[in-house]
């Protein structure tokens, strides 16, 4: 197969690092910093489609589904990275996201040459997981042409799956399969073709505000704590205390208290505190309201 290089953006030579050999480091350093800044502005001009991607995996967790990121080397790395942060960020469950990189397992270490040209391995991925059209799929790739996330974005739209994808270049064939197309259009990498380093800023960038904010709307974070947390280390449990107290206003011994009723159950300890009921009704109150706490503290008002 014949690929076309010369009509990526991100294989485009960057005029402003074309002498980056002859420069010192910290010149070196300055030409990558000023690129880099270039990223979140980027990212920006693609909020209203990141806005959109995140209503519909809110939407597909809030029905059993979930948010499955599929892409190749760097892109394939970051969607697992993403995924593998959530249940210990917001206690969610393992299998609510998951990131699937061409290659399998051994290559979020080692490069698997080929793997990424495998347009039927795509889908083969995503039929061994069980995906259906009660989750969403992420296709992630710098070039927007990879064909193993290709061939899962079809896949997906088969099965009638809301498909998403995060790519560099604009007009890319995934842009064609997509329903909604995050587009971050970064420019020339300061060494030429190095999509990991700019393009793959802006991946991590969207990633992050993709299960963040999908993960506030499904009630996971109260003002901007993680209520959800648990309480897997050392660290963790004092965290939760921290919560606690920040949500609450409360002493440090009366958020003990109710996280030892509670089982360490932040919520249910914040809910326990603010309104003055006991564990089983402040549980009671958070399944009646979904798990949301400001609904909760509403309804015992």
């Keep these: 197969m014949k690929i076309d290089l010369t009509q990526l953006v991100t294989e485009s030579r960057n005029y402003a690092s074309q002498e980056i050999d002859t420069l010192s480091t910290i010149e070196i350093l300055k030409v990558i910093n000023d690129e880099d800044k270039k990223v979140a502005l980027a990212v920006e001009q693609t909020l209203p489609a990141i806005a959109q991607a995140v209503d519909a995996i809110a939407a597909a967790?809030?029905?059993?589904?979930?948010?499955?990121?599929?892409?190749?080397?760097?892109?394939?790395?970051l969607g697992i990275l993403d995924a593998s942060e959530c249940p210990p960020t917001y206690g969610s469950a393992p299998e609510q996201v998951v990131g699937l990189i061409a290659g399998g397992n051994q290559a979020i270490l080692k490069a698997v040459e080929n793997a990424e040209d495998d347009f039927e391995m795509g889908a083969e991925d995503l039929k061994a997981i069980h995906f259906s059209e009660r989750d969403v799929l992420v296709g992630i790739a710098a070039s927007g042409r990879t064909p193993y996330v290709l061939g899962a974005m079809n896949y997906a739209r088969s099965v009638k799956a809301t498909?998403?994808?995060?790519s560099?270049?604009?007009?890319?064939?995934?842009?064609?399969?997509?329903?909604?197309a995050i587009t971050a259009i970064v420019g020339a990498e300061v060494v030429t073709g190095?999509?990991?380093?700019?393009?793959?800023?802006?991946?991590?960038?969207?990633?992050?505000?993709?299960?963040?904010?999908?993960?506030?709307?499904?009630?996971?974070?109260y003002g901007n704590l993680m209520v959800d947390v648990e309480a897997t280390n050392a660290k963790l449990v004092e965290r939760q205390k921290q919560i606690v107290m920040q949500a609450t206003d409360c002493e440090r011994e009366q958020a003990e208290i109710a996280l030892t009723a509670s089982?360490?159950?932040?919520?249910?300890?914040?809910?326990m505190i603010l309104t003055g009921v006991d564990v089983v009704t402040a549980t009671a109150l958070l399944q009646q309201n979904n798990g949301y706490i400001r609904s909760a503290i509403a309804k015992n008002v």
């Design 61 to 77: 967790f809030q029905n059993g589904g979930r948010l499955i990121y599929i892409g190749a080397g760097t892109s394939g790395r």
């Design 163 to 166: 498909v998403a994808c995060i």
């Design 168 to 180: 560099c270049n604009p007009n890319s064939p995934m842009v064609a399969v997509a329903d909604i």
């Design 194 to 221: 190095s999509s990991r380093m700019k393009a793959g800023t802006a991946q991590k960038l969207v990633l992050n505000m993709l299960t963040t904010a999908a993960m506030i709307r499904i009630g996971k974070v």
């Design 263 to 271: 089982n360490g159950h932040c919520k249910t300890a914040i809910v």
